[in-house]
């Protein structure tokens, strides 16, 4: 167990919807990050928060959105669903800043979108 | 932009026999970190071993070590005296050392999957 928890491990939706993945970091740990892994595209960075603020951004969509609140918890908002955007989220979280730093990874959250 | 190059999709080992991984990559930048990262059906990444660009000496976890070349820009992964848990796929990924930035944004390669025969 890597101390990031998920929820909800599985989403299925359909087109045209908006869902919300929702991330708890392991505790202590300051900055989540946001991961898709698909099929097409591999394993992607997609968002990077870090104590509220976001601090840095890869390939996510405008579609795409993403928070973390005050708890540390973070969301990713995803609307408009389109059949492409079904794929493993995963979030993980990290200590800032160490030479022996290490990112944990929760156990991601299945999107399929029908 | 750095890239991350897995160049066998599939591999398989028998039982305790040792299966090396590649991995090579692109990058302009002098100091990095490189990562082999372990996704079994469970599907949870799971870090098998991390090495700093700046040390020469090539990292070792129990039966996992890596083959670093810097001037090939090569990563390779080796395990040793495979075991049926070891079937998975193995993510190559970089990451810049700049700290600083307080990010630590990875780049994945596609991946191979290890097949362990009994």
């Known amino acids: 167990d890597s101390g990031v928890t998920q929820t909800p491990k599985h989403l299925i939706t359909a087109t045209g919807q908006r869902v919300t993945l929702r991330c708890s970091p392991r505790s202590g740990d300051l900055s989540v990050y946001w991961y898709q892994q698909s099929l097409d595209q591999g394993l992607q960075f997609l968002i990077q928060y870090y104590n509220g603020e976001e601090r840095a951004k890869g390939n996510i969509l405008e579609r795409f959105s993403a928070q973390q609140f005050p708890d540390l918890h973070s969301e990713l908002n995803l609307s408009s669903l389109e059949l492409g955007d079904s794929a493993l989220y995963f979030c993980?979280?990290?200590?800032?800043?160490?030479?022996?730093?290490?990112?944990?990874f929760g156990s991601g959250t299945q999107l399929s979108v029908l | 932009a750095q890239t991350v190059t897995q160049s066998q999709p599939e591999m398989s080992v028998q039982e305790a026999e040792t299966v090396t991984l590649s991995c090579t990559y692109d990058?302009?930048?002098?100091?990095?970190?490189l990562f082999w990262y372990k996704q079994p059906p469970s599907r949870q990444m799971i870090l098998v071993i991390r090495?700093?660009?700046?040390?020469?000496q090539n990292a070792t976890e129990n039966r996992f070590s890596v083959n670093f070349q810097k001037a090939a820009k090569s990563f390779s992964l080796k395990i040793s005296d495979s075991q049926l848990g070891d079937a998975a796929m193995y993510f190559c990924?970089?990451?810049?050392?700049?700290?600083?930035?307080?990010?630590?944004?990875?780049?994945f390669g596609k991946g191979t999957k290890l097949s362990v025969i009994p």
């Open positions: 993980a979280s990290s200590e800032q800043w160490g030479t022996n730093e290490k990112l944990f």
């Open positions: 990924a970089y990451r810049s050392g700049d700290t600083l930035a307080g990010s630590y944004q990875l780049t």
């Open positions: 090495q700093e660009a700046y040390k020469q």
């Open positions: 990058t302009s930048e002098s100091d990095y970190y």
